[in-house]
């Protein structure tokens, strides 16, 4: 069924490029059939964010992929500019979508990072790699993140992980699920959730909102205890550890007797959506609502206006067409697409970390219409959490000089903690 | 490629030219330069500068010319005959930092753009005052103006509204000395000059000058468009229909032609569309005034028809008009897929000689044991044969480029000529001959020389006697 969306009219479907227990890293890197792949027609260039940046052929998808065969094939040797250019990547797949000649540029790049890292040419931040070692244990990553959740739900927390919320600091997303669903007994299609790392121990009122939307909507849902992190962010960094995570969640996931598994972070549904390929079709929960049908929200003001910014992972990575105009509509807001919606906005899943003043200025460039944008009050909305800390970043860092609220689509739905 | 001794110096020298732009000298930030979208020929450059104004690339040009340093100028790099690159080593200048949209004069129809502007970046500022401006080369989202101005670029839209040259009013350009000259301007004409030294100019590839900025004739925005999709069984139908449209005074502005080769890639591939694989695809379409577009619907699809075409099918509305022109959108694409490289010819020829050519390409492809498929712009003749092959297997690449030659020959024979809108690079240099004769030649070679004696600028581009000479 073909679904009309914020961005088209494709149907949003999960792409898997992998066989369930099978890494990417199993295709070479030096493959030279996949390096080969590029024509060199340089349809990628404009849709670079990196490239726009720096007007850099080599910081394009088309430069790094002449250094990396170049180099693959013995015509240039190891240089330290080839680990800059591969490591100012974004990997935000925006030229996965530009590319008439299918070049799987993602997974190329995913090999040559790991390749990189293990081989010390690339070396991730202590700090990310404490994180990513963090997010393999979901139990104290969730006790250690305590104390952000209390903050965070008394408005005390700055900084960059201060999008106001208020995130259940005790009762997890899977507690709540078991408890709505015998308050409301739904009927309808049944559904297992991802919860995440970050998503849960952070954000966790996003997670809650998803299952009060759903349940709403007559969808049963259902939390595994024994699911893990995606993965995704110890795929970004380039560093171990991400297979295990994926055999966890094959575990936890793959046997499920249900209609989806769903994801409320394009990030992480696409990278579960590889994981959990040929198992479970994973969809993006505001996809899944498209179709299912949503039950519209009712606003009393109608100055408020929504921008939606849709995140590569979701366009680029899942290849859906954007977020569907039936689910937006539904929130009761006004809204519109923000200018360039399929740009990156600079989060990259941990870039804006690693390279923050590539970052900022790729914010910079892309927030700068909310100076002027109509509104009262101005939410800037997408539906996946790095996203919202970046967009949220334009306000702690002094880009727009006006107040906006971020907030995830699936949070203008919610019908309240009272549901 | 320079001493290191001579590299040292030129690096320095080109830092000194520039403070908020880049000079790129490593090896791995140069092997990002060595091709464009030929890309299975490589030329290593010595220095590539990105320049962050026209003052900067004043300097530069200033510093090439003391230094004694080929130089060549590049905008997207996705030219199909080896142009933006250094053939003779030296330096390359990137113009991505000069991208500036100056002016738009909805009153007046022209606008002023600087160099590395994108079509589509120009087309979505266009779009605000209702006018646009016509040349549409496939590359249009990422391709620069300085680039199709230098190769005068066209498109499939040119068989109507005409190839870049028709909407150059004026351009301002850098000569090898650092001397800025403006030919024309909004009004158009001559400038200052007693000759139209802009029409030199243009299609010059990089031979004569820097482009940086250019003062461009744009046109109302169609208010309507329709677009017509018909499959004939054989060439005779699917001519008869060329002709037939080519005559018809609803004056279709584009006339696009698949052959069965490039329908059947289409049609076993994931991008299937439902068009009968044997069949040659038609594509045509009108634009205009609502009233008088609707107008003349049927007479178009009564002309498909009458020539022999059983599923015509047409719309005005964008996302169906999308879906028609899915299969030409498509092919470009799954031959890079298929295929490790390929090369597209740009021959033009009499209309008359169509089905010769066709056949000449299919025989002399089938004989070498090499893919080729056929996607071109029909109205004005314009043929695109793709050659799919793997320059890593011994004797392809020598194989394609025989075909060329051969088909060069032949389509100079019955009239026709060697490029229609790719420009002549260093791809199709060493057909030259084919065209002009020594005399003319000598004259040809007389016009870059007078910008820059010794073939500093793009040299081995158009003719292989450009060669520099330090």
């Known amino acids: 069924m073909d679904l009309n969306t914020a961005e088209g009219s494709r149907t949003a ?100 990072r790991h390749q990189h890292v293990a081989s010390g040419r690339y070396s991730p931040s202590l700090m990310l790699r404490m994180a990513a070692k963090a997010a393999t244990y979901p139990l104290l990553m969730n006790l250690a993140m305590l104390p952000v959740r209390m903050l965070r739900r008394r408005g005390w927390l700055r900084g960059t992980m201060s999008v106001p919320g208020r995130p259940a600091s005790i009762q997890s997303t899977a507690s709540l699920a078991r408890q709505l669903m015998q308050r409301h007994r739904p009927s309808g299609p049944r559904v297992a959730l991802l919860t995440g790392c970050l998503m849960e121990s952070v954000f966790r009122e996003i997670n809650a909102a998803t299952v009060r939307v759903l ?66 079709t994973v969809r993006d929960v505001l996809t899944f609502l498209g179709e299912h049908g949503i039950i519209p929200r009712k606003r009393d003001s109608n100055k408020a206006q929504v921008y939606v910014d849709l995140p590569c992972h979701l366009v680029h990575g899942q290849k859906a067409a954007g977020i569907p105009t039936n689910v937006l509509d539904a929130t009761g807001y006004r809204w519109q697409l923000a200018p360039a919606a399929r740009d990156c906005c600079g989060s990259g899943g941990t870039y804006q970390m690693e390279k923050p003043e590539n970052a900022r200025e790729i914010l910079a460039r892309k927030s700068a219409f909310l100076n002027d944008a109509e509104g009262d009050p101005v939410i800037l909305a997408t539906s996946n959490h790095v996203c919202m800390m970046q967009w949220h970043s334009a306000l702690t860092h002094s880009l727009v000089r006006r107040p906006f609220q971020v907030k995830h689509v699936i949070q203008l739905l919610d019908p309240g903690e009272d549901f | ?97 000069l991208r500036a949209i100056r002016k738009i004069s909805p009153e007046g129809f022209w606008c002023e753009v600087e160099c590395g502007v994108t079509l589509n970046q120009l087309d979505e500022a266009l779009k605000q005052h209702s006018v646009f401006y016509p040349p549409d080369p496939s590359s249009g989202p990422v391709c620069t103006i300085g680039g199709n101005v230098a190769t005068n670029a066209g498109g499939a839209h040119c068989f109507r509204y005409g190839v870049t040259s028709n909407y150059v009013l004026g351009l301002e350009v850098i000569l090898l000395d650092g001397s800025v000259h403006r030919f024309g301007g909004p009004a158009g004409g001559r400038g200052r000059w007693r000759e139209d030294w802009k029409r030199f100019m243009i299609g010059s590839e990089g031979t004569l000058g820097a482009f940086t900025r250019f003062w461009l004739r744009v046109l109302p925005r169609p208010e309507k468009v329709w677009t017509f999709r018909a499959t004939f069984p054989d060439l005779i139908t699917a001519e008869k229909a060329i002709h037939g449209l080519v ?191 020594p005399d003319t030649t000598r004259l040809q070679l007389a016009i870059p020389a007078v910008f820059n004696p010794r073939h500093q600028l793009n040299p081995l581009k158009v003719f292989t006697e450009r060669r520099f000479t330090p």
């Open chain 2, 247 to 437: 005559a018809d005074a609803s004056y279709p502005v584009a006339i696009e032609l698949m052959d069965p080769r490039c329908v059947a890639m289409v049609e076993n591939s994931p991008m299937a569309v439902g068009l009968p694989v044997d069949s040659f695809m038609l594509l045509t379409e009108i634009e205009g005034p609502a009233a008088l577009v609707d107008a003349r619907v049927e007479s178009v699809a009564e002309i498909l028809r009458n020539a022999g075409s059983r599923d015509v099918v047409y719309s005005d509305e964008a996302i169906l008009r999308g879906k028609l022109w899915k299969a030409r959108k498509v092919a470009g694409g799954l031959m890079g897929q298929l295929s490790a490289d390929f090369v597209v010819q740009d021959a033009v020829i009499p209309k008359r000689a169509l089905a010769e050519l066709l056949q000449l390409v299919y025989d002399e492809a089938d004989a070498a044991g090499i893919r080729a498929v056929n996607v071109f712009h029909a109205g004005d003749g314009n043929l695109h044969p793709n050659f799919l092959f793997d320059s890593r297997k011994p004797g392809e690449l020598e194989k394609v480029e025989l075909i060329g030659k051969r088909l060069m020959q032949r389509v100079v024979e019955v009239g026709g000529t060697l490029s229609g809108e790719h420009g002549i690079g260093n791809d199709k240099a060493a057909y030259m001959p084919l065209v002009f004769g």
């Open chain 2, 1 to 97: 490629m320079q001493p290191s001794g001579n590299r040292v110096h030129l690096e320095t020298t080109l830092r000194n030219c520039v403070s908020r732009g880049r000079v790129l000298t490593s090896p791995a930030q140069l092997a990002g330069y060595d091709t464009d979208g030929l890309g299975y020929k490589e030329y290593r450059p010595d220095a590539v500068v990105i320049p962050a104004d026209t003052d900067e690339l004043i300097r530069v040009l200033q510093s090439a010319r003391q230094l004694g340093v080929p130089l060549c100028f590049r905008g997207a790099g996705t030219s199909l005959s080896g142009g933006p690159v250094a053939a003779q080593g030296g330096i390359i200048v990137h113009t991505s930092a």
């Open chain 1, 215 to 280: 349940i709403e909507n007559n969808v049963q849902v259902i939390v595994p205890d024994d699911q893990t992190c995606c993965g995704a962010f110890q795929e970004h960094c380039g560093l171990e550890g991400a297979e295990q995570l994926q055999e966890a969640n094959r575990k936890a996931f793959g046997k499920l007797q249900v209609d989806a598994v769903l994801s409320n972070s394009s990030g992480c549904g696409y990278a579960l959506g590889r994981a959990l390929s040929g198992s479970q």
């Open chain 1, 13 to 112: 479907v999960n792409t898997t490029s992998s066989k369930p227990g099978q890494h990417e890293k199993s295709a070479s890197p030096a493959d030279s059939d996949l390096l080969t792949s590029c024509v060199h027609c340089g349809f990628c260039l404009e849709v670079c964010p990196t490239y726009k940046l720096t007007g850099d052929e080599n910081n394009s998808p088309r430069g790094r992929l002449r250094l990396w065969r170049e180099e693959a094939e013995g015509r240039l040797e190891q240089d330290p500019w080839t680990d800059f250019y591969t490591s100012e990547c974004v990997g935000c797949l925006a030229c996965e979508s530009a590319c008439p000649a299918n070049v799987p540029y993602g997974k190329i790049f995913e090999n040559i």
